[in-house]
């Protein structure tokens, strides 16, 4: 009996890390991806938003809002991407990746908010959310760099 449930064990693992392998190679190319738009529309924006940034209705801040936010949600594949690497490395989950990819997902969220048109309630929360991300982050380096 214990010869079947090595066995099973074993499949299970094999199959895990195809998945595992599949999906890492199906975000680094969505990654890549990415990357070739956002420089394509990075250098189109600029272009266009100084050709265009003398004239009133053109606002310079919203072509820097969408240089940002394509920005992070490349950081985010990029860091997804090696939390996946590091997890078939290793086989385990690190924690203070996770946590960079909620601080770093959260930043671009807060990027494209609208805080003018927002209740209160709705900020407090959001930067309760920051907050607590940050002092998590900020424990387990913390944890991780000194000696036991």
Do not use: C, W
């Amino acid at each position: 009996m214990k010869k079947i449930e090595t066995k099973v064990i074993k499949s299970i693992e094999i199959i895990e890390k195809g998945i595992l392998v599949i999906l890492l190679l199906a975000l680094l190319s969505v990654v890549i991806y990415s990357v070739i738009m956002f420089i394509g529309l990075l250098f189109s924006d600029v272009i266009l938003g100084v050709q265009d940034s003398f004239s009133i209705e053109n606002d310079i801040l919203i072509h820097l809002h969408k240089v940002f936010g394509g920005f992070l949600s490349v950081l985010i594949g990029v860091e997804l991407l090696h939390t996946i690497k590091m997890y078939l490395k290793e086989g385990i989950v690190h924690v203070e990746i996770v946590l960079l990819v909620a601080l770093i997902g959260i930043s671009r969220h807060v990027i494209d908010l609208d805080i003018a048109h927002m209740k209160p309630f709705v900020i407090m929360a959001i930067s309760s959310l920051i907050i607590a991300l940050s002092v998590g982050y900020f424990l387990i380096k913390r944890g991780i760099r000194k000696p036991k």
